[in-house]
């Protein structure tokens, strides 16, 4: 990643981040779960906010029990 220096990542390197397509990543923000900012004509997320998205959404998930049926 480029940003190694910044805790502003594009929508490309926010996908890269978390692992999912950029599709992926405008579908969340129009969806409201990942908050986009523009700056200087860019469209930029902030890495620290993407966390927090993350480790809330995580939180409210069932941890994986693989003795449980699917």
Not at 48 to 70: G, Q, T, W
Request: hydrophobic share 40%.
């Amino acid at each position: 990643m480029n940003s190694i220096y910044t805790h502003w990542l594009t929508k490309k390197e926010t996908a890269q981040y978390l692992k999912l397509s950029v599709r992926s990543i405008e579908y969340l923000i129009k969806d409201g779960l990942l908050q986009a900012h523009k700056i200087g004509g860019r469209v930029l997320l902030d890495i620290k906010e993407i966390d927090a998205c993350v480790r809330a959404r995580c939180a409210s998930i069932h941890p994986f029990n693989p003795d449980e049926r699917l």
